[in-house]
């Protein structure tokens, strides 16, 4: 089993920056791949980016150049920088963790909302 706890959201003006960060535990020797996905009211999950144990980054276009993956294998943490952030960025933020036995992990999610 793989815990996932997201923190960072909140609110934040167009334009601005915002830092997730997703803190895993339990048996994390058995992830695969990280990822983010967002979820706008109404709106089905989209994936944002995806980070693999191997280092292998993919984003969607609509955040490409705006938005950075990372992981900290030290402290089981993978991080989403946003930047330069849009009001239709607006949505609840979740991380996804694969394993190799083909489990899918999911947190909780953390709100972002982008004003104007």
């Known amino acids: 089993q793989v815990q996932l706890v997201e923190s960072g959201g909140g609110l934040v003006q167009v334009g601005g920056s915002l830092r997730l960060s997703c803190a895993a535990s339990?048996?994390?020797?058995?992830?695969?791949?990280m990822a983010w996905y967002r979820q706008a009211p109404g709106k089905q999950r989209d994936l944002v980016a995806r980070i693999s144990s191997d280092g292998n980054i993919d984003y969607v276009d609509f955040v490409k150049g705006r938005f950075t993956i990372s992981s900290d294998n030290a402290k089981n943490t993978v991080t989403l920088q946003m930047n330069s952030l849009k009001p239709e960025d607006t949505a609840v933020y979740y991380c996804?963790?694969?394993?190799?036995?083909?489990?899918?992990?999911w947190g909780k999610g953390t709100l972002v909302t982008v004003s104007s």
């Open positions: 339990g048996s994390i020797s058995t992830i695969k791949a």
């Open positions: 996804r963790a694969d394993s190799f036995t083909r489990n899918t992990y």
